[in-house]
Structure formats: structure tokens, C-alpha cells
């Protein structure tokens, strides 16, 4: 839904990846970044039907459409929900939901909200999946996914640095989903270059790599540019690099 940063663009919104476990018959959200209603809608999915969003830490780029999903659900004219919605993700994702249900009493829903309170190493089952979470290194408690289920494993490393967690969580991956916010020659703390996203796929042995969350430098990169400087870390297998939209089978 989201392949940008905070910083705004019509091509690239802030991170949200939806999520068709098709064994499961579920609709997921994982991180809800600004604008991932807008995008869902594009794709022609509903907000209506999202079972359960993973939220990997508070920054707005990765959670501001969360209070106006709540608020879609509770208003939509005709549509009266009553399946419970699941929200995963650090303590601090409550304080930042129960903070704003108490600023806005109007947002308290009928059908049930329930958060499932997530820290560093936790083992998580849903029917047939199972779900690791690591802590990456990045602002507060940020946490990584990885998802087990129907023989693939799929990790999301959300907003980190280059840490022996997330190359842990990432490991044998069928799909590695990575941030790439900087070129190689220009590292920010708290944040994965194009260069070391492939260092971590080629440690952790992943079988695909989805780079996103491009800043604008990268995004004014070409994609051989972009594909070269991931390869200089000695990654060769796949490199996708995400667009808005784009969809992926695994
Ligand atoms: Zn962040
Ligand atoms: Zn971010």
C-alpha cells in the first residue's frame, strides 16, 4: 500500500503492506501508514473487512491511518461491524490508541478491539501461523515480524539499523521485506542503505528481497542504481523493488 517515507509523495505513501493469507480467509494490514485507506481502495480491498493489523512501532509514518480506519468502521453509513478487530504491537501502540479513545470518546466502537500486547521474542499462533517478533534498532520498542505459515515465511524488519536481531529474524525467508531509506554513501542512524538491506539478505540467507520505504534520495536513484548498490553486499537472489500497488504472490 505504502513503498515511502514520511515525506509526502502522490507515488510513494508511508508504509502499509496488505496482507491475503489465503488459507486463513483473512484481510491484514501491516503497518497503517498514512494514507493506506486511500491505497486499499485502489486495489479494490475493503477497509470493512481487515481481521488484523501488525504495527511495528508509533511513528506516524507507520501508523497515522489506524484512528481513521477506527473512525471508517464505527461511521460508515450501513455497515454495522461485529467482527473483532486485532491489533498486534508494543505497549506503546496502546498508550497511543487508549490516548486517543480518551481525546475522542465518539471513536469507542461496538464491536471489540483487541490488542494483543507484543514484545521482543514473542511466539504468537493464529490457526496455522506462527509469528516471531524481534525488537529492531530504531526509536522506542520497534518491532520485526516474521510469519510462518502454508510452508513460506515472510519477515517484515519495519524501521531499524543493521542488527544481529534482524538478521536472526530474517533468516531463510521466503520473501524479506526491508526498509532502504538511504543510497549507500549517505547512512542516518536508525535507518537501513540499499547496500546494507542486501548485506542483511545475504547473511540471513533470504530468498526475496523487497526493498521500500524509499526516502527521496533513493527514489531519485535509477533502478540499476538502486539493484547495483544491493549487489555490492554480495546478495544474489531476488530483488524487488516495491511501488505502491504492487502485488506479490508467494
Ligand atoms: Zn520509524
Ligand atoms: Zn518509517
Known sequence: ??????????ERF????????LQLKESWL???????????????????????????HTHPDHIGALIPLILALKYTPGFERSKPLFIYGPESVREYLD??????????????INFVSCSSDNDI???????????????????????????KVIVYGAD?????????????????????????????SGHLTTFEAGKIAREAGAKKLLLSHFYPEVVGMK??????????????EEIVLAKDLMTLKI
Open 223 to 236: 533502478e540499476e542504481q538502486i539493484e547495483t548498490e544491493v549487489r555490492n553486499s554480495g546478495y544474489q
Open 125 to 151: 499462533e493464529i490457526e496455522k501461523c506462527l509469528i516471531k517478533t524481534k525488537k529492531m534498532n530504531h526509536f522506542e520498542t520497534t518491532l520485526g515480524y516474521r510469519w510462518f505459515f502454508g510452508g
Open 160 to 188: 531499524g539499523e543493521v542488527s544481529e536481531e534482524l538478521i536472526n529474524l530474517s533468516e531463510d525467508a521466503d520473501l524479506l521485506i526491508l526498509e532502504s531509506s538511504y543510497p549507500k554513501d549517505k547512512p542516518s
Open 30 to 56: 501491516v503497518d497503517i501508514g498514512e494514507g493506506a485507506l486511500f491505497r486499499l481502495s485502489e486495489a479494490r480491498e475493503s477497509y470493512k473487512d481487515i481481521d488484523r493489523i501488525f504495527i511495528s
Open 14 to 21: 508511508p508504509s502499509s503492506y496488505f496482507f491475503c493469507p
Open 99 to 112: 490516548m486517543h479513545l480518551d481525546f475522542a470518546p465518539y471513536l469507542k466502537c461496538d464491536f471489540p
Open 1 to 10: 500500500m505504502g513503498s515511502g517515507s514520511c515525506v509526502p509523495s502522490f
